[in-house]
T-cell receptor, first 113, second 113 residues
Framework: NAGVTQTPKFQVLKTGQSMTLQCAQD?????MYWYRQDPGMGLRLIYY???????DKGEVPNGYNVSRLNKREFSLRLESAAPSQTSVYFC????????????FGPGTRLTVT | AQSVTQLDSQVPVFEEAPVELRCNYS??????LFWYVQYPNQGLQLLLKYLSGSTLVKGINGFEAEFNKSQTSFHLRKPSVHISDTAEYFCAGSGDSSYKLIFGSGTRLLVRP
Protein backbone atom coordinates (compact mmCIF):
# COMPACT_ATOMS: atom_id res chain seq x y z
CA ASN A 1 0.00 0.00 0.00
CA ALA A 2 1.97 2.99 -1.30
CA GLY A 3 -0.62 5.66 -0.37
CA VAL A 4 -0.26 8.72 -2.59
CA THR A 5 2.57 8.75 -5.13
CA GLN A 6 3.77 11.64 -7.28
CA THR A 7 6.09 11.86 -10.26
CA PRO A 8 8.49 13.41 -10.91
CA LYS A 9 10.16 14.39 -7.62
CA PHE A 10 12.09 17.26 -9.19
CA GLN A 11 11.75 19.19 -12.44
CA VAL A 12 13.39 22.21 -14.01
CA LEU A 13 11.57 23.95 -16.86
CA LYS A 14 12.29 26.95 -19.02
CA THR A 15 9.66 29.66 -19.29
CA GLY A 16 7.03 28.65 -21.83
CA GLN A 17 7.62 24.91 -21.62
CA SER A 18 4.83 22.55 -20.65
CA MET A 19 4.70 19.55 -18.37
CA THR A 20 2.33 17.25 -16.53
CA LEU A 21 2.64 16.25 -12.91
CA GLN A 22 1.28 12.81 -12.17
CA CYS A 23 -0.47 11.64 -9.00
CA ALA A 24 -1.92 8.27 -8.07
CA GLN A 25 -3.49 6.85 -4.93
CA ASP A 26 -4.21 3.26 -4.00
CA UNK A 27 -6.57 3.88 -1.07
CA UNK A 28 -9.77 3.83 -3.14
CA UNK A 29 -10.42 7.46 -2.22
CA UNK A 30 -13.07 9.44 -4.06
CA UNK A 31 -11.57 12.91 -3.74
CA MET A 32 -8.20 14.18 -4.92
CA TYR A 33 -6.46 17.55 -4.69
CA TRP A 34 -3.55 19.56 -6.01
CA TYR A 35 -1.84 22.15 -3.82
CA ARG A 36 1.14 24.40 -4.17
CA GLN A 37 3.35 25.34 -1.26
CA ASP A 38 5.31 28.58 -1.18
CA PRO A 39 7.36 29.95 1.73
CA GLY A 40 5.22 31.73 4.31
CA MET A 41 1.98 31.02 2.45
CA GLY A 42 1.06 27.56 3.64
CA LEU A 43 -0.71 25.34 1.15
CA ARG A 44 -2.97 26.80 -1.49
CA LEU A 45 -5.49 24.69 -3.35
CA ILE A 46 -5.09 24.74 -7.12
CA TYR A 47 -7.77 22.27 -8.26
CA TYR A 48 -9.67 19.42 -6.75
CA UNK A 49 -11.79 16.49 -7.86
CA UNK A 50 -14.56 15.59 -5.47
CA UNK A 51 -15.22 12.36 -7.31
CA UNK A 52 -14.28 10.60 -10.52
CA UNK A 53 -15.51 12.60 -13.48
CA UNK A 54 -15.61 15.99 -11.74
CA UNK A 55 -13.03 18.73 -11.29
CA ASP A 56 -13.30 22.19 -9.74
CA LYS A 57 -11.12 25.23 -9.32
CA GLY A 58 -9.51 25.99 -6.02
CA GLU A 59 -7.91 29.16 -4.75
CA VAL A 60 -5.16 29.59 -7.39
CA PRO A 61 -6.17 27.80 -10.65
CA ASN A 62 -4.77 30.25 -13.23
CA GLY A 63 -2.11 28.71 -15.46
CA TYR A 64 -3.05 25.13 -14.62
CA ASN A 65 -5.30 22.40 -15.94
CA VAL A 66 -6.20 19.05 -14.43
CA SER A 67 -7.47 15.68 -15.54
CA ARG A 68 -9.08 13.04 -13.35
CA LEU A 69 -8.05 10.11 -15.48
CA ASN A 70 -9.81 7.51 -13.33
CA LYS A 71 -10.50 6.99 -9.65
CA ARG A 72 -6.80 6.45 -8.90
CA GLU A 73 -5.12 9.14 -10.97
CA PHE A 74 -5.26 12.94 -11.01
CA SER A 75 -2.80 14.90 -13.15
CA LEU A 76 -1.85 18.58 -13.14
CA ARG A 77 -0.70 20.27 -16.35
CA LEU A 78 1.21 23.47 -16.85
CA GLU A 79 0.67 24.51 -20.47
CA SER A 80 3.15 27.39 -20.55
CA ALA A 81 5.29 27.52 -17.44
CA ALA A 82 6.12 30.85 -15.81
CA PRO A 83 8.68 31.68 -13.09
CA SER A 84 5.76 32.43 -10.74
CA GLN A 85 4.91 28.74 -10.89
CA THR A 86 8.17 27.79 -9.20
CA SER A 87 6.91 25.96 -6.15
CA VAL A 88 6.50 22.62 -4.44
CA TYR A 89 3.39 20.80 -5.60
CA PHE A 90 1.52 18.33 -3.45
CA CYS A 91 -1.20 15.91 -4.39
CA UNK A 92 -3.61 14.65 -1.74
CA UNK A 93 -6.58 12.32 -1.52
CA UNK A 94 -9.51 11.91 0.81
CA UNK A 95 -12.02 9.17 1.36
CA UNK A 96 -13.84 10.71 4.31
CA UNK A 97 -16.22 13.23 2.81
CA UNK A 98 -17.78 14.21 6.11
CA UNK A 99 -14.56 15.23 7.77
CA UNK A 100 -12.21 16.21 4.95
CA UNK A 101 -9.18 14.34 6.31
CA UNK A 102 -6.56 14.24 3.54
CA UNK A 103 -3.49 12.14 2.82
CA PHE A 104 -0.55 13.71 1.03
CA GLY A 105 2.05 12.60 -1.47
CA PRO A 106 5.77 13.41 -1.13
CA GLY A 107 5.66 16.43 -3.45
CA THR A 108 7.22 17.64 -6.69
CA ARG A 109 9.75 20.46 -6.54
CA LEU A 110 9.39 22.53 -9.71
CA THR A 111 11.72 25.31 -10.79
CA VAL A 112 10.89 27.50 -13.79
CA THR A 113 13.78 29.59 -15.11
CA ALA B 1 -14.26 34.73 5.34
CA GLN B 2 -13.06 31.29 6.31
CA SER B 3 -9.61 31.26 7.78
CA VAL B 4 -7.20 29.36 9.95
CA THR B 5 -4.56 31.50 11.64
CA GLN B 6 -1.29 30.28 13.06
CA LEU B 7 -0.02 33.03 15.25
CA ASP B 8 3.68 32.20 15.21
CA SER B 9 5.74 31.68 12.06
CA GLN B 10 8.65 30.21 14.02
CA VAL B 11 9.00 28.82 17.53
CA PRO B 12 12.50 28.10 18.86
CA VAL B 13 12.69 25.88 21.93
CA PHE B 14 15.31 23.89 23.77
CA GLU B 15 15.26 20.11 23.80
CA GLU B 16 13.12 18.60 26.60
CA ALA B 17 11.23 21.87 27.10
CA PRO B 18 7.44 22.06 26.62
CA VAL B 19 6.01 23.73 23.55
CA GLU B 20 2.68 25.14 22.40
CA LEU B 21 1.90 25.99 18.79
CA ARG B 22 -1.11 28.25 18.48
CA CYS B 23 -3.96 27.97 16.00
CA ASN B 24 -7.19 29.94 15.75
CA TYR B 25 -9.98 29.31 13.29
CA SER B 26 -12.83 31.46 12.07
CA UNK B 27 -16.25 30.47 13.29
CA UNK B 28 -17.31 29.77 9.70
CA UNK B 29 -14.80 26.95 9.47
CA UNK B 30 -16.24 23.60 10.33
CA UNK B 31 -15.37 22.05 13.67
CA UNK B 32 -13.33 19.34 11.97
CA LEU B 33 -9.78 20.39 12.76
CA PHE B 34 -6.39 18.86 12.02
CA TRP B 35 -2.71 19.28 12.72
CA TYR B 36 -0.23 18.11 10.10
CA VAL B 37 3.55 17.85 10.37
CA GLN B 38 5.98 18.31 7.52
CA TYR B 39 9.56 17.14 7.98
CA PRO B 40 12.19 18.67 5.67
CA ASN B 41 11.73 17.72 2.03
CA GLN B 42 8.74 15.51 2.76
CA GLY B 43 4.98 15.62 2.35
CA LEU B 44 2.47 16.40 5.08
CA GLN B 45 1.65 13.73 7.64
CA LEU B 46 -1.45 13.79 9.82
CA LEU B 47 -0.49 14.39 13.46
CA LEU B 48 -3.95 14.44 15.03
CA LYS B 49 -7.55 15.36 14.34
CA TYR B 50 -10.61 16.63 16.14
CA LEU B 51 -13.90 15.40 14.75
CA SER B 52 -16.19 15.34 17.80
CA GLY B 53 -16.31 14.17 21.42
CA SER B 54 -13.53 14.87 23.90
CA THR B 55 -11.95 18.26 23.39
CA LEU B 56 -8.49 16.92 24.23
CA VAL B 57 -7.10 15.00 21.30
CA LYS B 58 -3.97 12.88 21.42
CA GLY B 59 -1.87 12.26 18.35
CA ILE B 60 1.34 10.61 17.29
CA ASN B 61 4.79 11.33 18.74
CA GLY B 62 3.41 12.53 22.09
CA PHE B 63 1.55 15.57 20.72
CA GLU B 64 -1.89 16.62 21.85
CA ALA B 65 -4.27 19.44 21.06
CA GLU B 66 -7.23 20.99 22.79
CA PHE B 67 -10.33 22.16 20.96
CA ASN B 68 -11.75 25.31 22.56
CA LYS B 69 -14.99 26.38 20.93
CA SER B 70 -15.45 29.58 22.93
CA GLN B 71 -12.00 30.82 21.97
CA THR B 72 -12.10 29.25 18.48
CA SER B 73 -8.69 27.76 19.14
CA PHE B 74 -7.00 24.43 18.55
CA HIS B 75 -3.53 24.75 20.06
CA LEU B 76 -0.96 21.97 19.75
CA ARG B 77 1.17 20.99 22.74
CA LYS B 78 3.95 18.64 23.70
CA PRO B 79 5.31 18.43 27.26
CA SER B 80 8.90 17.61 26.24
CA VAL B 81 10.25 18.07 22.72
CA HIS B 82 13.06 16.22 20.97
CA ILE B 83 15.47 17.33 18.29
CA SER B 84 13.56 15.09 15.90
CA ASP B 85 10.43 17.23 16.37
CA THR B 86 12.06 19.98 14.31
CA ALA B 87 9.62 20.42 11.43
CA GLU B 88 6.89 22.65 10.09
CA TYR B 89 3.43 22.24 11.59
CA PHE B 90 0.20 23.14 9.85
CA CYS B 91 -3.21 23.62 11.37
CA ALA B 92 -6.18 23.00 9.08
CA GLY B 93 -9.95 22.95 9.20
CA SER B 94 -12.75 21.83 6.95
CA GLY B 95 -14.20 24.67 4.91
CA ASP B 96 -17.66 25.28 3.52
CA SER B 97 -17.46 21.94 1.83
CA SER B 98 -16.22 18.77 3.36
CA TYR B 99 -14.17 18.38 0.19
CA LYS B 100 -11.76 21.15 1.07
CA LEU B 101 -9.38 21.98 3.89
CA ILE B 102 -8.37 25.49 4.90
CA PHE B 103 -4.71 25.59 5.96
CA GLY B 104 -2.89 27.98 8.21
CA SER B 105 0.41 29.45 7.02
CA GLY B 106 2.47 27.04 9.15
CA THR B 107 4.71 27.26 12.21
CA ARG B 108 8.31 26.18 12.03
CA LEU B 109 9.34 24.43 15.25
CA LEU B 110 13.08 24.60 15.81
CA VAL B 111 14.34 22.40 18.64
CA ARG B 112 17.81 23.27 19.88
CA PRO B 113 20.11 21.02 21.94
Amino acid sequence: NAGVTQTPKFQVLKTGQSMTLQCAQDMNHNSMYWYRQDPGMGLRLIYYSASEGTTDKGEVPNGYNVSRLNKREFSLRLESAAPSQTSVYFCASSGLLQTGEQYFGPGTRLTVT
Amino acid sequence: AQSVTQLDSQVPVFEEAPVELRCNYSSSVSVYLFWYVQYPNQGLQLLLKYLSGSTLVKGINGFEAEFNKSQTSFHLRKPSVHISDTAEYFCAGSGDSSYKLIFGSGTRLLVRP
